[in-house]
């Protein structure tokens, strides 16, 4: 006995510390999971029930993930299920604690079923709600969220079930509503473990698209069990996230999935989604007629009115009989041109009279008159002072020659002394004395 003891502490304390040269003998290596395993606490689990099998006092059964591919085998002793209300069997939903084993001789693990429930369709219902109001309260149901669909959609993403009722039932109405809709369909898992990320998928790929004006995700009748996915967190939270407005159309109408409360807008079923996303074009034609129907009236109304005022407008004096304004502003004009006349005529001839007055006036004054009348300008000729008017008889002293000018012309002569008297003598005539022609003369007065 003290041999092994021996060789065993000389084996490495640790996993780490073996090597090629110094390895763990496999006994080793499961004694060390198993008291490893052993130490691992129960743990509740759910899961759905895929395999039972019973043998006698054990019963073996397989549990697969509700939301996931991931299955793990377990068993269960005979007693356990005995106590049971109902009767397990494939496809039923459970909770069990499961106690972690390791058999040490076959190496296998081991999934001991210490306690098993099954799950009812209450407690999926109060799961449901208690997840709702937990949505609910993030805000995710809001109604400002809710985006409006589009009127008319140019093309629809279809997310439903291979070859399923939904889909056809989606397809039919809307094409007999609207025959020119185009629809791009995912056909994915509706229920199962796959649903949630076949859906989600969908819905990302369909979201991302630009030409995808809105997205239906429609499913027909099920049991809770089988519409569970469509009350999934994730694919709830990734139908907020969207930017497309997305339609649900799960069901019947008394199924209220969590999706309907996250969609914008929920149809009672695939039938109903179909009407609700295009119109249809029987109603839009006789509406269209009937706006052009209304449309007419109103304007043929609008055109008797305006008739009725045009005709009320040409009925008036000015417009029955429009040149009598045109007439009254031509006498008028006549008529101030007449007086304009008359004014400018009387101007002119009041002007022309005193021209002739002021003309007469100058020449009654002029020096010419004053010749004519017999007076004549004597002027002394030659010296410093030539040219200059005989005022004063000093001045011709010395017998001056004189230049003497009449109404008829100039003449010349010499002055000689003057007289004693106020009345001068009567001058001689001389040999110089030269009288110029009358022509000569009266130009040279006229100048």
Same mark, same amino acid.
């Given at each position: ?26 006994? !080793? !290596? ?21 395999? !039972? ?117 989606? !397809? ?276």
């Amino acid at each position: 006995m003290s041999e092994p003891q021996d060789s065993l502490a000389a084996l490495p304390a640790t996993a780490g510390e073996t090597s090629p040269d110094n390895p763990w003998p496999l006994r !080793l !290596l499961s004694e060390k999971l198993k008291a490893h395993i052993d130490r691992t606490p129960m743990a509740w689990v759910e899961g759905q029930i895929i395999e !039972l099998n019973h043998r006698g006092s054990a019963s073996y059964l397989t549990l697969r993930d509700v939301d996931a591919e991931v299955s793990l085998p377990a068993s269960i002793w005979a007693n356990n299920l005995n106590r049971l209300d109902t009767t397990l069997e494939r496809g039923s939903r459970v909770v069990a604690q499961l106690k972690p084993e390791f058999w040490l001789k076959t190496g296998r693990l081991n999934m001991s079923v210490r306690d098993i429930r099954p799950v009812g369709l209450g407690d999926l219902l109060a799961r449901i709600e208690r997840l709702r109001q937990a949505l609910a309260a993030e805000g995710l149901f809001a109604d400002e969220l809710k985006k409006p669909l589009p009127y008319l959609p140019h093309r629809i993403g279809l997310i439903t079930g291979r070859d399923s009722d939904a889909k056809k039932d989606v !397809l039919r109405n809307a094409a007999l509503r609207w025959p020119a809709v185009e629809f791009d369909v995912r056909e994915v898992a509706v229920q199962g473990v796959t649903a949630v990320g076949q859906v989600t998928a969908a819905l990302l790929d369909l979201d991302a698209d630009p030409d995808v004006d809105v997205i239906v995700i429609a499913r027909g009748g099920g049991s809770l069990e089988d519409l569970l996915p469509f009350s999934n967190e994730d694919l709830i939270r990734a139908v907020s996230r969207a930017t497309t407005p997305v339609v649900s159309a799960i069901g019947h109408e008394a199924d209220h999935p969590l999706l309907d409360y996250v969609a914008d807008l929920r149809a009672s079923t695939p039938t109903d989604a179909a009407k609700r996303i295009v119109p249809d074009v029987a109603e839009e034609l006789a509406g269209l007629a009937y706006a052009r129907d209304q449309m007419r009236r109103v304007i043929h109304q609008r055109v008797e009115r305006e008739s009725e005022r045009l005709e009320q407008l040409r009925s008036r004096p000015v417009l029955a009989q429009p040149l009598t304004m045109v007439d009254s502003r031509a006498d008028e004009l006549r008529r101030l041109r007449q007086m304009s006349t008359t004014a400018l005529t009387s101007a002119l001839a009041r002007g022309q009279d005193q021209i002739t007055h002021l003309r007469a006036q100058l020449l009654a004054l002029s020096p010419q008159k004053t010749l004519d009348r017999g007076y004549a300008v004597v002027h002394l000729d030659g010296g410093e002072d030539s040219g200059a008017i005989v005022r004063d008889p000093a001045q011709t002293e010395g017998g001056r020659d004189l230049l003497i000018r009449v109404a008829g012309g100039k003449f010349t002569a010499q002055a000689t002394a003057p007289a004693s008297s106020g009345t001068a003598p009567r001058p001689r005539k001389t040999t110089q004395q030269k009288k110029t022609g009358s022509s000569t003369a009266s130009q040279d007065v006229r100048n």
